[in-house]
């Protein structure tokens, strides 16, 4: 026995009163893969988990600090975004390399690690940060539909909740499809700002430069607020959860051999469908740079501002409807994501298992209500301060899920031969330490005013 945590079993470091469930039961390893072929075929097999994960970083909730970069201090933010999408794409390969090695998804390697107590403390902060991410893309879906049709807020929200039905009829019809949705809007979101940055021209010259760090971020309080706000939403805790889960619906042989093979092509991918992420929120800042910056408007920071004057200073009587539209699409994408990794954490932390339908609607009633009830009281005013908690509440929990983390794929006993090398393991904790310490700053400075 481990003689710091006598519940663990000396030889694989898992508690032996855990025993693993497979995470997402009715779609763990039912995607299948080709048994040999070119190397691109075996990638396609693979496509799909990094771009579900993609969707937690290009969310409403980071469209506010991208416009706020952009329109106040032009290019300059653009380095910030490389570096929290390098963070991202390191964090997600070690949630992703989890979940292959282990067959257990990070909510069920915390319950095979700590004790009863702790873990339904850490489910508790779990759900909380769902519940207040989930608030941001309702909020965000409900926000578009009235920029586009005139619905109003508590309309919308109430639109927003029937993603639960979507879900179940797409998981329904195998996880690919669901895969196959998201995609699609992804490449929606894409198309709409590829049409923004060529109507807006940005010099190419000054947006390269916006790539290579700046003294300037860390002198001037203002800017290095906001850089730690584009750092600081950048990785969503429910993405670890959820990218260590879904990475097992591909039918890969449960050897070692099988699993170095996952690894690689469920590293790859997402590692490019990050890389559309780094696109999207580069592609708001460079908008918002080139079009409100430029024109003096230094002071947009909200959604509605930014519909409002695209079109007239940009010329293009179609761009504040692509705006709106690549945010409806946003906000679909990242409620269905979020209602899926809400029934990751609760049958992972758990072992609870309701039927699929129960847990969906259980997850977006939590989210809904709020929303309405906030709308109802106080208006879109309401609704931007819930939008503001939101982050606070994300920005609490996310220690919560990055420790254990690193935690478990530097350790041999769970890993085996697949732990991380100490030079990555390094790296990891550094990074973990930077978003920590930067989330509460952003905690502080929020709570302090």
Known sequence: MDARSPDLTADTGWRADAPVTKSLAEVNGTVALPASGIWWRRLLAFVGPGYLVSVGYMDPGNWATDLAGGSKFGYTLLSVILLSNLMAILLQSLAARLGIVTDRDLAQACRGTYSPPVNFLLWLACEAAIIACDLAEVIGTAIA?????????????????LDAFLLLILMNRGFRFLEAFVISLLVVIAVCFTIQIAAAAPPIAAVMRGFVPSTEIFINPDMLYIAIGIIGATVMPHNLYLHSSIVQTRAYARTDEG???????????????????????AAILVVAAA??????????????????????????????TLFAVALLASGLNSTVTATLAGQIVMEGFLDLRLPS????????????????????????????DLLVFSQVILSMQLPFAVIPLVRFVSDRRKMGQFVIPASVAAVAWIVAAVIVVLNLKLLYDTLTG
């Open 145 to 161: 539909l009235k920029l586009l049709f005139g619905i109003p807020l508590i309309g919308g929200a109430l639109i927003a909740a």
């Open 259 to 281: 699993r170095r093979e996952a690894i690689k092509w469920a590293t790859t991918d997402s590692t490019i469908a990050l890389m559309l992420a780094l696109f999207i929120n």
């Open 291 to 320: 079009t409100f910056h430029k024109s003096g408007h230094a002071d947009v920071a909200e959604i509605g501002q930014a519909f409002e004057l695209l079109s007239p200073l940009l010329g293009l009587g179609i761009a504040s």
């Open 357 to 384: 339908w129960a847990r969906r609607l259980l997850t977006r009633g939590i989210a809904i209500v709020p929303v309405i009830i906030v709308t109802a009281v106080y208006g879109e005013r309401g609704t931007a």
